[in-house]
Structure formats: C-alpha cells, structure tokens
C-alpha cells in the first residue's frame, strides 16, 4: 500500500473561471431547417471545476466552488448550487454567464454537444477572482483549477494560480489544455489530468499505444513540472503516474449513454478520494467508478454516488513496469 499523498480531511476549492447553465434534451432526429420538436429540457449548473465539485459533494465531501458570475444566467447558477447544498464564492462579472447545450438525437443514439465561449471578463473581473481565492482564510490544502478560460483571461492565467498555490502551500490539481496547460506546467502543478488529444498536442507527438503514453508520463514527470499524471484514455481506461509507481485501469464493461461530464466526475472522484487521505491507487479507483458512473445517464446529470459506489468494485488496477523518476 503506498502512502497518501494528502492528509485526511484536507480542504478542498475547485475554481471555475467559464461556469455555465447546461442544458440537455433530446429530439427523434437532428435535421437541417426543420423545427426539432425536443423533450422538456434538463437545467444543471456546469463548467469544469463546478462539476468536479458537485462529483465531490455527492460524494459526501465537503467542497468550496469558486467562479465569476453575471447576469440572469449568473443569478440561477448560484441558487443552483444553493439548492444542491454547495458552498460558493461568486466574483461579479458585467456579462451573462454562458448557456451550453447537448442534444440527445434517439434515432442514432448520437450526442451533440454546443459549447458556447463564455463572456469576456475584463481585467479588473479576472484580478477579482486571483484577489479572491488569495484572500481566503485558511487556503485550501488542495485547489481544483478546471475548465477553458473565457474570452479576456490571459493564457498564464492557470500559472498564476499555480504560483499562488505554492506560495501559500497548497497542491493544485488541474484539468485545462493548450497555452493554459503550457503556462501553469511551467510554473507547477500538484496533479494534471490530461486526455489523450491534450497530453499529445502538449508534448507535440502522437501517442498512439501504451508504451508511448507511459513514455509521455515519464518525460513529463521528470521536467519537475508535476508530482503526478493522470491521463483519461476515453474507452480505453485510464493511466496514473507519479514519480515511483504507475497503474493502468482497464475500462469497465458498461453501456455508455452519454459521454457529457466524465472528465469532471473521474476528477472529482479522484480529489474527493485524495482529500478524504486514500493513497493514489485507491484515488484512482475512485476516479475511474465516477467517471464510469457518468456515462450511464444521458443528461448533464454527471455521476450518481450510488453508481460510483456500485462500480468502485469491479475495478481492477494492473501496476506497470516503472522505475521511479528522478527530477
């Protein structure tokens, strides 16, 4: 059993700097020009490090969500997350926060999903949420940063968190792409949970078997840029790393419905697991049934604890060749 890499009862933000209403409905068949009659429609608030940390709260964690906010759109996030008993801290922002959507088309069983590009923070609205989150008392011990940053907020932005997090010691766990990705890997990340496409376009290289993802792992833990990886594989699985051990977990044999919020609810599985002090094969486990229990449901719905509950049994971790990494 390896030890726990977070101690039991650590306190834990997840930072959302593009929240957003979700809407999902479906439809008999998605057709060009004609009126597309749609089921009642499905309301839930969104984005990447809210919906980590309604996967934390179902989960019976205690979690605190960070984000801007503005507009009608603003005003009924935050009740949202009121009713579903989430702690928030809001940052005002001058335009309406996004509406994303997902159509559910029957005919196909295909998902199509709309994601808008959020409103533009101005610079005096992005400072406010670095002003918040350093300004909080005691600072978390781990802080979630996930999601893409909205229009206005500068590609280092996700590096700046970073830097405030080791300042004030604290272990970011993050979950973004591209330049935001690049930026705070630079400056140093806790934990960093990248697919496949966005580990690849990272590192500038197909990865295209498990050899060369286990490969990428090594390279990227070794630049001291990060304690530890975990790369989602889609239906293939999913890979931990961190500088002395790796696992592989294979995918579980279910029925996807819906691929809408498995990223975020394998994230919150796996700081839920991290923050309640369970070591990083057990974090895994974790990430792995919620992530799973996602794809079980076709809505904006993210996992269910008793799906996660029932799945965390038929995972099944298999260790692989690793000598630990130097930095």
Same mark, same amino acid.
């Given at each position: 059993?390896?030890?726990? @890499?977070?101690?039991?009862?650590?306190?834990?933000?997840?930072?959302?700097?593009? @929240?957003?209403? +979700?809407?999902a409905t479906e439809t008999a068949e998605v057709l060009p020009t004609h009126k597309l009659r749609c089921s009642p429609t499905a309301h839930d608030a969104g984005g990447g490090g809210i919906n980590v940390a309604r996967t934390v709260v179902r989960l019976g964690g205690a979690c605190v969500s960070l984000c801007p906010a503005g507009g009608p759109t603003g005003d009924w996030l935050r009740r949202r997350l009121a009713e579903e008993g989430m702690a928030g801290r809001f940052v005002a922002s001058a335009e309406d926060t996004r509406v994303s959507f997902t159509v559910h088309e029957g005919r196909s069983g295909q998902e199509y999903r709309f994601v808008m590009p959020g409103p533009r923070l101005s610079e005096t609205e992005w400072r406010a949420c670095l002003e918040t989150l350093g300004a909080m008392d005691p600072f978390p011990g781990?802080?979630?940063?996930?999601?893409?940053?909205? @229009?206005g907020v500068p590609d280092d932005f996700y590096a700046q968190v970073a830097r405030l997090a080791t300042e004030r010691g604290s272990r970011l766990v993050l979950d973004t792409s591209g330049a935001p990705l690049d930026a705070a890997l630079?400056?140093?990340?806790?934990?960093?949970?990248?697919?496949?496409?966005?580990?690849?376009?990272?590192?500038?290289?197909?990865?295209?078997?498990?050899?060369?993802?286990?490969?990428a792992l090594r390279q990227l833990l070794a630049t001291g840029r990060c304690s530890a990886v975990a790369l989602s594989l889609g239906h293939r699985g999913a890979l931990l790393a961190t500088r002395q051990a790796a696992w592989f977990a294979p995918p579980l044999a279910i029925e996807a419905r819906?691929?809408?919020?498995?990223?975020?609810?394998?994230?919150?599985?796996?700081?839920?697991?991290?923050a309640a002090g369970q070591d990083w094969p057990d974090a895994l486990v974790w990430g792995v049934a919620c992530g799973t229990g996602a794809l079980l449901s076709?809505?904006?719905?993210?996992?269910?604890?008793? +799906?996660?509950?029932?799945?965390?049994?038929q995972v099944?971790?298999?260790?692989?060749?690793?000598?630990?990494?130097?930095?």
């Amino acid at each position: 059993m390896s030890p726990s @890499p977070v101690a039991a009862g650590t306190a834990l933000l997840c930072l959302t700097m593009n @929240p957003s209403v +979700d809407l999902a409905t479906e439809t008999a068949e998605v057709l060009p020009t004609h009126k597309l009659r749609c089921s009642p429609t499905a309301h839930d608030a969104g984005g990447g490090g809210i919906n980590v940390a309604r996967t934390v709260v179902r989960l019976g964690g205690a979690c605190v969500s960070l984000c801007p906010a503005g507009g009608p759109t603003g005003d009924w996030l935050r009740r949202r997350l009121a009713e579903e008993g989430m702690a928030g801290r809001f940052v005002a922002s001058a335009e309406d926060t996004r509406v994303s959507f997902t159509v559910h088309e029957g005919r196909s069983g295909q998902e199509y999903r709309f994601v808008m590009p959020g409103p533009r923070l101005s610079e005096t609205e992005w400072r406010a949420c670095l002003e918040t989150l350093g300004a909080m008392d005691p600072f978390p011990g781990l802080l979630v940063a996930s999601g893409s940053l909205p @229009p206005g907020v500068p590609d280092d932005f996700y590096a700046q968190v970073a830097r405030l997090a080791t300042e004030r010691g604290s272990r970011l766990v993050l979950d973004t792409s591209g330049a935001p990705l690049d930026a705070a890997l630079a400056a140093g990340v806790f934990l960093v949970k990248p697919n496949l496409r966005e580990l690849s376009a990272h590192l500038g290289r197909e990865l295209p078997d498990r050899p060369a993802q286990l490969s990428a792992l090594r390279q990227l833990l070794a630049t001291g840029r990060c304690s530890a990886v975990a790369l989602s594989l889609g239906h293939r699985g999913a890979l931990l790393a961190t500088r002395q051990a790796a696992w592989f977990a294979p995918p579980l044999a279910i029925e996807a419905r819906s691929a809408v919020g498995a990223g975020d609810s394998f994230v919150g599985g796996l700081v839920w697991a991290l923050a309640a002090g369970q070591d990083w094969p057990d974090a895994l486990v974790w990430g792995v049934a919620c992530g799973t229990g996602a794809l079980l449901s076709v809505s904006t719905g993210l996992c269910r604890a008793a +799906d996660a509950i029932h799945l965390k049994d038929q995972v099944r971790l298999e260790p692989q060749a690793w000598e630990p990494v130097d930095s």
